[in-house]
């Protein structure tokens, strides 16, 4: 969706009345009070590209040291970053401030410098814009620029939402079940395999489960291991997961006589591709957890969607898991004087699905 932003709008003009107002107050020079208003620019200016700004945003640098960005822009309802804004005194000199940060490790995606008086804009870590905060035009020019700006994540929303990838997956996903069923049969190498494993999930997930369910793990963990591996340390999920390591076995047994994996799900490379390159902007654990669950939800959606519907395959959202987990935490502590992370206290998820709890 691109956005246009007219230099007559409502938060411009409101923006321009505010620092006239700002520039007559001798006390009102800071950066604590000049931000104010770009802030609130910001705000109401971002909801035309369905973004929200987020004020006083914590995070980390690619090398671990802490930052607080005076805003970061999301895309709504999710944890995914479409840009970060800075505010600095207006007595200070922006490009040493600007170089300060870009050494301290500051994110330059897309990333606005203001202080009330000019406004510079950086996309892909180069200058792109320079804008007089005077002047309402370079003010809309420098808005919609940011705005606009097509992120890794756009492409990938555009992917889930384009109408040849549910089907893509549905078809691969029958194609899946299809050969499979036909190594029940004659596949010697695969029925050993897929014994073993179905004794690995009785005695590890659920003595009564059934062979179809399994045969329905088999086309998930396909489908989805390249989206994993992607988002988390392959090696890392491998070794520390005993169900993915044994599944992988099966899937080899399968995959060799069958079938190459890789070309098999070449269809889905769009897709994969577009993942991949999101993901490269995903800072923390947190995010990966938002990301792994819209996608894994899609893919859900795509293949197995009476599944989906049936087992409520819909994920808890993030501020809820923690004022759940904060709730217990309390109670805990209150009542018995423990925390969650004490070595006597036993935690039992039965239902962990991708981890949110």
């Known amino acids: 969706m691109t956005v246009t932003i007219a230099p007559n709008h ?14 007559q107050r001798a006390d009102a020079q800071h950066e604590g009070n000049v931000r104010h208003g770009f802030a609130n620019l910001l705000e109401k200016t971002s909801k035309l590209a369905k973004l929200t700004l987020v004020q006083e945003y914590y995070d980390r640098t690619s090398s671990g040291r802490h930052v607080r960005y005076d805003g970061r822009v999301l895309y709504e309802k999710t944890d995914y970053r479409h840009g970060h804004w800075e505010a600095k005194d207006t007595q200070d000199d922006l490009e040493a401030e600007i170089r300060k940060k870009r050494l ?62 549910k089907k893509k997956v549905t078809e691969i996903a029958e194609q899946l079940d299809q050969k499979i069923k036909e190594a029940h049969r004659n596949n010697r190498v695969f029925q050993s395999a897929f014994g073993a494993f179905m004794e690995l999930c009785k005695s590890a997930l659920n003595p009564n489960i059934h062979p179809d369910a399994v045969d329905e793990m088999l086309i998930q963990h396909i489908l989805t291991e390249r989206m994993i591996s992607t988002i988390f ?27 190459n994996r890789r070309e098999f799900l070449g ?55 923690d004022f759940m987990c904060a709730a217990v935490q309390e109670v805990l502590h209150d009542e018995w004087g423990y925390r969650l992370g004490d070595e006597e206290v036993k935690i039992i998820d039965p239902a962990t699905g991708t981890g949110n709890f």
């Open 233 to 259: 340390d392959k090696d890392s999920f491998s070794r520390q997961n005993v169900i993915a390591a044994e599944i992988e076995k099966v899937i080899d047994a399968l995959t060799s006589q069958h079938f």
């Open 267 to 321: 269809n889905l490379n769009t897709f994969y591709n577009a993942i991949e390159r999101a993901a490269e902007r995903l800072a923390n654990f947190r995010q990966k957890q938002v990301f792994l669950n819209r996608m894994y939800e899609n893919f859900f959606q795509g293949y197995s969607v009476k599944t989906a519907d049936t087992h409520g395959i819909v994920y808890t959202p993030h501020e809820i898991v």
């Open 104 to 165: 301290i490790g500051y994110d330059f995606e897309n990333i606005i410098f203001e202080d009330t008086h000019i406004a510079i804009l950086y996309q892909k870590d180069q200058f792109t814009y320079r804008a007089d905060l005077t002047k309402a035009d370079q003010i809309a020019r420098l808005l919609e620029t940011f705005f606009n700006f097509n992120y890794p994540i756009t492409e990938l929303e555009q992917a889930i939402q384009s109408h040849g990838f």
């Open 10 to 23: 409502p938060a411009i003009i409101e923006y321009l009345a505010w620092i006239k107002r700002t520039r």
